[in-house]
């Protein structure tokens, strides 16, 4: 379960949005990743804190859509579909990937975009840290090996930037409850940060202090968002607070 702290955080940030899903019924695909599992509990935590009476049903996989009407889908599971027309809102949650040219998982999410663009809003994922993010991501290596006292090292180059996993959470409902269908709104952080970087200011949260090992030889490529003002869209935790969140986290669980 996630921290009181990380839930009231995405409530404070939504709190306006809520009123207008009181006894509603919300479809989340992809629940058991470590989107969806921010969404389910973020909504199971408005839900009860305001009282609205809202219900929400999540699934991973396979993908079965289910019978009668709803009020919104979130479509976070990994495949392409047509979206039905039993949900008044959608939102595909989608990936910065779909900006490249030629990787068969980027053309995958472009496939989805299209099949989605009449009927969701859609969000562009970028890099992120926080509870439940899987070890195959380089940050979050890092935090599992420095709270294991094992050393960092770092074999790529790529300037990226990172968002705080609570205020992707926020952003998604926001997208949700306000997006235009067929908009892409790219979610990320704003402060593009370099591997070696993020290594090093892991590193720094710990005494003693883990070995950091830097063996890059590439030239870096650049994996960041276009972020924009629209909907209210903002920051609240810093990479920096993002961390020493996630490092205390996976400390006590």
Not at 94 to 113: I, V
Not at 185 to 211: H, I, N, R
């Amino acid at each position: 379960m996630l921290n009181r702290a990380d839930l009231d955080l995405v409530l404070d940030a939504t709190r306006d949005l809520w009123p207008q899903f009181a006894g509603k019924r919300l479809f989340i695909t992809g629940g058991t990743g470590f989107v969806g599992k921010w969404l389910v509990e973020t909504f199971q935590h408005a839900n009860k804190e305001l009282a609205l009476g809202a219900s929400v049903t999540a699934i991973g996989w396979p993908l079965r859509w289910p019978n009668g009407h709803w009020d919104a889908l979130i479509h976070a599971a990994p495949v392409a579909v047509k979206i039905p027309p039993q949900f008044d809102h959608a939102l595909l949650v989608s990936s910065g990937a779909a900006y490249e040219q030629q990787t068969e998982y980027a053309c995958m999410k472009r496939a989805a975009e299209l099949l989605a663009v009449k009927r969701a809003a859609i969000a562009r994922l970028f890099c992120f840290v926080g509870p439940y993010l899987c070890d195959r991501y380089a940050i979050q290596t890092f935090i599992n090996n420095a709270v294991k006292g094992k050393p960092l090292r770092v074999t790529g180059g790529s300037i990226r930037s990172y968002m705080y996993a609570a205020d992707m959470a926020a952003w998604l409902w926001r997208i949700l409850f306000t997006g235009k269908p067929g908009k892409v709104y790219d979610v990320g952080g704003d402060k593009p940060v370099s591997l070696p970087f993020v290594a090093l200011t892991v590193a720094e949260k710990f005494t003693p202090e883990p070995e950091v090992i830097i063996d890059v030889t590439e030239s870096p490529s650049y994996y960041l968002p276009k972020l924009t003002s629209e909907l209210g869209l903002a920051q609240s935790v810093t990479l920096d607070g993002a961390i020493e969140r996630t490092i205390e986290y996976a400390k006590t669980h």
